[in-house]
């Protein structure tokens, strides 16, 4: 059974910075397809940045710029720098794996941007 831990989220005022981590149990993160996702309050869930496992990156465009992805396959790890932060950067931010037999996500970690 995989489990997506995250932390790092918090309460930053507009410019600053947070840099998220989600941890994945088990020992099959390497072929995984990794992601971030964020949804704020009635709004869907969307895509802030994904990795795929040979380390090619996408990003929304909301973010490109600001925002960082990046894995470490020995930590079973992927991070997400969010650098020049914004109000409407607050959301529950989620992390998503991809194998090809399953999906699985993580609990969230809450990122609120004051003005």
């Known amino acids: 059974q995989v489990q997506l831990v995250e932390s790092g989220g918090g309460l930053v005022r507009a410019g600053g910075s947070l840099r998220l981590s989600c941890v994945a149990s088990?020992?099959?993160?390497?072929?995984?397809?990794m992601g971030w996702y964020r949804q704020a309050l009635e709004n869907q869930r969307e895509l802030v940045a994904s990795?795929?496992?040979?380390?090619?990156?996408n990003y929304a465009d909301s973010v490109k710029g600001r925002f960082t992805i990046s894995r470490d396959n020995a930590k079973n790890t992927v991070y997400l720098q969010m650098d020049s932060l914004k109000p409407e950067d607050t959301a529950g931010y989620y992390c998503?794996?991809?194998?090809?037999?399953?999906?699985?996500w993580g609990q969230g970690t809450q990122v609120t941007v004051s003005s």
């Open positions: 998503r794996m991809v194998l090809p037999w399953n999906t699985y």
């Open positions: 088990g020992s099959i993160f390497s072929p995984a397809n």
């Open positions: 990795i795929s496992s040979g380390g090619s990156t």
